[in-house]
């Protein structure tokens, strides 16, 4: 159906997915960003139909879903962990129409995050 069609591109083209501008040279980029857009907007057609009957729209879900929150448990001999907080009611209907369990515990290890910014810092270094 175009009509369809057309709301899958208008939803695409707006800031929820962000499929344009693509700031990319390379073809195969070009092409790997729209596929991930259009694997994007698939989880979104999937979540509006499993959250039709709660009268919610994909983008308040997700908003409430960002509000999941953690809890960093240490022990006496410095053992981490983070420990799932139990979700209010609306986000357990969420989760539950979209068959996800969320675990109770998350074991916690040592990673170093590199934004871009700090990525084109440590370049430069490398070049001097």
């Given amino acids: 159906d175009l009509a369809?069609?057309?709301?899958?591109?208008?939803?695409?083209?707006?800031?929820?997915?962000?499929?344009?501008?693509?700031?990319?040279?390379?073809?195969?980029?070009?092409?790997?960003?729209?596929?991930i857009t259009m694997l994007a907007y698939?989880?979104?057609?999937?979540?509006?139909?499993?959250?039709a009957h709660i009268d919610i729209t994909v983008e308040e879900g997700l908003i409430q879903l960002a509000t999941l929150c953690i809890s960093s448990v240490k022990s006496k001999n410095s053992v981490a962990f983070h420990t799932v907080q139990t979700?209010?009611?609306?986000?357990?209907?969420?989760?539950?129409?979209?068959?996800?369990?969320?675990?109770?515990?998350?074991?916690t290890k040592p990673?170093?995050?590199?934004?871009?910014?700090?990525?084109q810092n440590g370049r430069k270094r490398k070049l001097n």
């Fill in 4 to 35: 369809l069609v057309e709301q899958a591109f208008r939803t695409a083209k707006t800031s929820f997915l962000e499929i344009r501008p693509i700031f990319v040279i390379k073809k195969s980029r070009t092409q790997g960003h729209a596929l």
């Fill in 42 to 51: 698939k989880i979104i057609r999937e979540l509006r139909r499993l959250w």
């Fill in 87 to 107: 979700p209010r009611a609306l986000l357990r209907e969420l989760l539950s129409d979209a068959s996800i369990k969320l675990p109770t515990a998350i074991n």
């Fill in 111 to 119: 990673s170093e995050v590199y934004t871009r910014k700090k990525l």
